[in-house]
């Protein structure tokens, strides 16, 4: 992770995090987390390498492909 932000917009936060990613040159991959799991609101974490998958029922997360997010 290089990358942190609390996202304001809870219902629609996956979509903004991968936003984020796709508009960040270094952002390889990016992970959501839901609200309430790591504070009040929803954190966004870009990642500058892809890390191993791992199961979570707290977060969803993406990789990027030709600077399209794919999840």
């Given amino acids: 992770d290089y ?6 917009d809870n219902g629609n936060a996956p979509v903004a995090c991968q936003s ?4 960040d040159a270094q952002c390889k991959a990016w ?7 790591q504070g009040p609101k929803a954190m ?8 191993p998958r791992i199961s ?7 990789l ?3 600077r399209s997010a794919v999840r």
């Fill in 3 to 8: 990358r942190n932000v609390a996202l304001n």
């Fill in 20 to 23: 984020l990613c796709a508009q």
């Fill in 31 to 37: 992970s959501w987390v839901k609200p309430g799991i």
């Fill in 44 to 51: 966004c974490w870009l990642k500058n390498e892809i890390p």
């Fill in 56 to 62: 979570n029922p707290n977060t969803a997360s993406g």
């Fill in 64 to 66: 990027m492909v030709a």
